[in-house]
């Protein structure tokens, strides 16, 4: 099963001038006050398996302030969904796009959605493997002192990949992984319905106090 990923060789560099252009400028409202550049601000883009048409738009300019910014948007018919750290503008496009979740893609959509979920502490990061980028490398080994002091273990030793346990009776995936949140990794359950609503329906606290926090701003 695949999971969503700000890499690989889905994404494509979008050069061409004239098409960059259009594109940055169809844009450019909905970056509020953020500066857009032609000339330095980067732009890819990939296809969504859930979506039909719609499609995922990245912006990097390394001029901006923020260490590590990336503005992402949602278009689909020349609507533009700014993801913002709110579940609204996925939501949104679900009903509008019509979205088709499958087994086979209900695991992208749902690191796509906790990716894109912000709260206080950050994305909730869906740990599909260790060696997905936004893992801090200092949080694979590390443990506070009192955990040491316990004899538990940390991320590498406790990692398990996602999985996805089948359909609830009312059609709904089951779906269990672990998550990267704040300064903690929870070993959580979600729910998925088939319009793309997520419930996670339990989490439970595996490591605690890491010193450190995924770093993936979007605004």
Known sequence: MAYFRCDGPDWKEIANVDDKGQLLAHLRHAAGDI?????????????????????????????????????FFLIDNQEVYRLDGSSLPILTLNEKASISLTDENVGFYVSFFCFFLRSEGGPFLILDSLDNPYIPAEALDWLDEAALEAGQLGLRRLFRAPRLFGRSENGDWRFCALVYYDNAVFAADF????????????????IANLRCRVNAPIS
Do not use: S
């Open 191 to 206: 729910l998925v319905q088939r319009a793309g609503e997520i419930k996670m329906e339990t989490d439970r606290p595996i």
């Open 35 to 71: 500066r857009i550049d032609l000339a330095t601000t980067q732009v890819r883009d990939r296809a969504l398996p859930f979506y039909n048409a719609a499609r995922l738009v990245e912006l990097v300019d390394l001029g901006w302030e923020r260490k590590n910014l990336r503005l």
